[in-house]
């Protein structure tokens, strides 16, 4: 079954810097989602990409999308140390298939 | 509510035990999901609701486990004579989109071990 795979598993990184995290796929996709997760915690909707988007962006976070490489990276710039948190990606089969489908994530943790 | 319910919290259980999830989502809301998540893992799906129908309950790993919803709101995830390997945590969410997935809301998660 497709599934979102992000990478890298982990990511450490300074405040201030950008990360990027990046997610691949494996059939086609209705849109493509981007999720965090503090510890412990539920997960935190971030931004929704469509099939027919390229990228998108909300405040630090910019998402691209290439569907003919069925991949789509995540990039949080100024990175703060309030960012660290699991962060994963999650993808709306095609057609009427509305199970939406997680990759095992990239925990980012940024250092003060 | 304001946001997804779920309850209990914490659950501790004996094996062999039978274990009842509630999630209560947000009003409104026709899409409801179960997840599960395993320690430092991703999320595994289980099952999905769409009113009170489910068209898609591949995810449950086996016949110990259903899932139920009713009036299009409170969903139930039951786990019959439990094993170990049932210990994580059942996430659920819910979405407005009845066409499609939107952004979907979670709860806390309940975190299940089974002893």
């Known amino acids: 079954s497709q599934q979102g795979e992000e990478d890298p598993q982990a990511l450490s990184i300074q405040e201030g810097e950008n990360a990027t995290m990046n997610c691949s796929y494996k059939?086609?996709?209705?849109?493509l989602q981007w999720y965090r997760q503090n510890s412990g915690r539920g997960l935190v909707h971030l931004i929704l990409?469509?099939?027919?988007?390229r990228e998108k962006h909300s405040g630090r976070l910019r998402v691209t999308l290439d569907t003919s490489k069925k991949s789509s990276s995540l990039l949080i710039t100024a990175s703060r140390a309030a960012d660290t948190a699991s962060y994963f990606c999650a993808t709306e089969g095609g057609g009427s298939n509305y199970k939406l489908t997680f990759g095992k994530g990239t925990l980012l943790t940024v250092n003060p | 509510g304001a946001g997804v319910s779920q309850s209990p919290s914490n659950k501790v259980t004996e094996k062999g035990k039978d274990v009842e999830l509630r999630c209560d989502p947000i009003?409104?809301?026709?899409?409801l999901y179960w997840y599960r998540q395993s320690l430092g893992q991703g999320l595994e799906f289980l099952i999905y609701f769409q009113g009170n129908s489910a068209p898609d309950k591949s995810g449950l790993p086996s016949d110990r486990f259903s899932a139920e919803r009713t009036g299009g709101s409170v969903s139930t995830l039951t786990i019959q004579r439990t094993q170990q390997e049932d210990s994580a945590v059942y996430l659920c969410?819910?979405?407005?989109?009845?066409?499609?997935?939107?952004?979907?809301?979670f709860g806390e998660g309940s975190r299940l071990t089974v002893l």
């Open positions: 969410a819910s979405s407005l989109s009845g066409i499609g997935t939107g952004e979907l809301f």
């Open positions: 009003s409104g809301h026709t899409a």
């Open positions: 059939t086609s996709i209705n849109n």
């Open positions: 990409i469509r099939s027919n988007e």
